[in-house]
């Protein structure tokens, strides 16, 4: 009987560049999926440190790019805060500090 990896036995994700990334959209896999892999003797300790360590440089990435781009919300969004929070409130967007009114 062969050795099962995370490709056999989740064929949504693949090695790349010693990290486990999804097929669709080559970003890492989350920091529970890849742990659980860990324990479970499914990936090497070096492959999961690899993991991590790509993940976290993605998200510090997507979190720049966020930041840097300004975007005002869209009408939909405003609508949505208004809806949630009501009429003439401040809300604040954790990720980029900026403050929007509804």
């Given at each position: ?21 999804w097929?669709s ?69 954790i990720?980029?500090g ?5």
């Amino acid at each position: 009987m062969s050795e099962s990896t995370p490709s056999d036995l989740f064929p949504r994700a693949h090695l790349h560049d010693g990290a486990w990334v999804w097929n669709s959209n080559d970003r890492a896999v989350p920091a529970d999926i890849a742990a659980t892999w860990h324990t479970d003797g499914l990936i090497t300790t070096r492959q999961h440190d690899a993991t991590t360590t790509l993940r976290e440089r993605q998200t510090h990435e997507f979190l720049a790019r966020y930041r840097a781009t300004g975007a005002e919300p869209t009408d939909e969004e405003r609508f949505e805060m208004r809806a949630a929070f009501g009429e003439g409130v401040t809300v604040i967007d954790i990720l980029s500090g900026r403050e929007h009114h509804t």
